[in-house]
């Protein structure tokens, strides 16, 4: 069964400490691996797809890196604004059309 | 300002009666999505639609329905039959397929009593 796991539930950080949440898969045959920022009440908001391993997409203070079983989202000096919950979902190459989603990584960054 | 609308945000209904959740978008996506999140799980995959005229299930269909008849209005029935039909109800679309990024609208929260 395809499954996404995220680690750590929940990351209380300090203004400026940097650190990696992360994202391992189980799914056979990936294509891609979406990243997602959700704050409370409100719908995802779509940050990062990765399509193979050893790739890796920035933006802002966020990194994404993927490998062959999982991937992870690096957070460079983070901010209070960047507190959110993060998401990653993966797709594979041959199957049903749809997302597996993680439950995601509960992020506070206190100032 | 191209996106996706869901109303209303918020919704409130008594158990036994039938409920429709709207889901409009203008970015001229052709695949358009349901998804219900509750507390500690992922998102879950209601029912999926890559064209017109034309949507399947996904992981959680039973007690729900939904209809394509415009490319850019995917709305949601949340039936009696649905046992449990307090969540959060989020409408996604993405350009052609799950391989592409999606984008999810705002969400509407139902309650049921």
């Known amino acids: 069964e395809d499954q996404v796991t995220q680690s750590p539930e929940a990351l209380r950080l300090q203004e400026g400490e940097s650190s990696s949440l992360n994202c391992s898969y189980t799914?056979?045959?990936?294509?891609?691996l979406f990243w997602y920022r959700q704050d409370p009440g409100k719908g995802p908001e779509f940050l990062f797809t990765?399509?193979?391993a050893g790739e890796e997409k920035e933006k802002e203070r966020l990194k994404a890196t993927l490998t062959k079983k999982e991937s992870f989202l690096h957070i460079t000096a983070p901010k209070p604004e960047d507190s959110a919950t993060y998401l990653c979902?993966?797709?594979?190459?041959?199957?049903?059309?749809?997302?597996?989603f993680g439950t995601g990584t509960r992020l506070t960054i206190i100032p | 300002d191209g996106g996706i609308t869901q109303s209303p945000k918020y919704l409130f209904r008594k158990e036994g009666q039938n409920v429709t959740l709207s889901c409009e978008q203008n970015?001229?996506?052709?695949?358009m999505y349901w998804y219900r999140q509750d507390p500690g799980q992922g998102l879950r995959l209601i029912y999926y639609?890559?064209?017109?005229?034309?949507?399947q299930k996904g992981d959680i269909a039973e007690g729900y329905s939904v209809s394509r008849e415009k490319k850019e209005s995917f709305p949601l029935t949340v039936t009696s039959a649905q046992k449990n039909p307090t969540a959060f109800y989020l409408c996604?679309?993405?350009?052609?397929?799950?391989?592409?990024?999606?984008?999810f609208g705002p969400g509407t929260r139902l309650t049921v009593t």
């Open positions: 990765l399509y193979s």
């Open positions: 639609s890559q064209i017109v005229n034309d949507f």
């Open positions: 799914v056979s045959g990936l294509r891609g």
């Open positions: 979902a993966a797709v594979k190459l041959f199957g049903n059309e749809k997302l597996t």
């Open positions: 970015l001229n996506h052709d695949a």
């Open positions: 996604a679309s993405s350009i052609t397929s799950v391989l592409n990024e999606q984008y």
